[in-house]
């Protein structure tokens, strides 16, 4: 099983929809988890980070299910400005080491 | 003001030659990191460091070797260039080692 795995993708949406991605991870003491975004020929960029409790940040909501080994991330609305690859990350072992998933590409379409 | 700055954008070099890229942050941070991104856009750990100290040392070739000589710089040397080096390379910092990483723009390693 890999480290961290992430939906294939592409996502291609209309404006306005709602999308959801997935990303399981294999390590149970993985300590912290994020999300990033990374446009087309850029950097990486720190979207949102993971709590326990779930977590929300205008359109954006992230959650995370430890027994399940799963974080998800919710876009509601979607705007053509959201579109990117999507990387979830996972951060774990005493050297905190970042595992980054290989990312679902989203395209919003107008 | 750039918070994670790499030199330079793009590399275009020979198989063979011996290049580096610098990398400097001014946020502040203890730790910083090397990421290779290869054609397929899998963001790979290679180095980090935590105030000076290598944490992290993946399996990569010991023709590259990591230099920081203080905590706001993070160099890579690379030896005896191969076509499989061509990638892009970004540099990271964050403040601590369990704390979200900030992303320079990256150097475009192309071997020609």
């Known amino acids: 099983r890999k480290e961290v795995e992430q939906d294939p993708g592409p996502f291609n949406v209309p404006e306005g929809a709602t999308v959801a991605f997935n990303c399981t991870y294999s390590?149970?003491?993985?300590?912290?988890f994020f999300w990033y975004r990374q446009d087309c020929r850029k950097e990486p960029k720190l979207l949102m980070s993971?709590?326990?409790s779930g977590n929300e940040d205008g359109r954006f909501t992230a959650q995370l299910n430890r027994a399940s080994q799963y974080i998800s991330l919710l876009i509601r609305d979607s705007k053509l400005s959201d579109s990117a690859t999507y990387l979830c990350v996972v951060n774990w072992g005493s050297n905190y080491k970042l595992t980054f998933g290989k990312g679902t590409l989203l395209t919003v379409n107008p | 003001d750039t918070a994670v700055s790499q030199t330079p954008k793009y590399l275009v070099t020979q198989m063979g030659n011996d290049k580096s890229i610098k990398c400097e942050q001014n946020?502040?941070?203890?730790?910083m990191y090397w990421y290779k991104q290869d054609s397929k856009k899998f963001l790979k750990i290679m180095f980090s460091?935590?105030?000076?100290?290598?944490?992290i040392n993946e399996t990569v070739p010991n023709r590259f070797s990591p230099k920081s000589p203080d905590k706001a710089h993070l160099n890579l040397h690379i030896n005896s260039l191969e076509l499989g080096d061509s990638a892009v390379y970004f540099c990271a910092s964050s403040k601590h080692r369990d704390q979200p990483q900030h992303f320079g723009d990256g150097t475009r390693l192309s071997i020609l």
């Open positions: 390590n149970s003491a993985s300590q912290s």
């Open positions: 946020l502040g941070h203890d730790t």
């Open positions: 460091y935590n105030n000076k100290e290598l944490i």
């Open positions: 993971v709590y326990s």
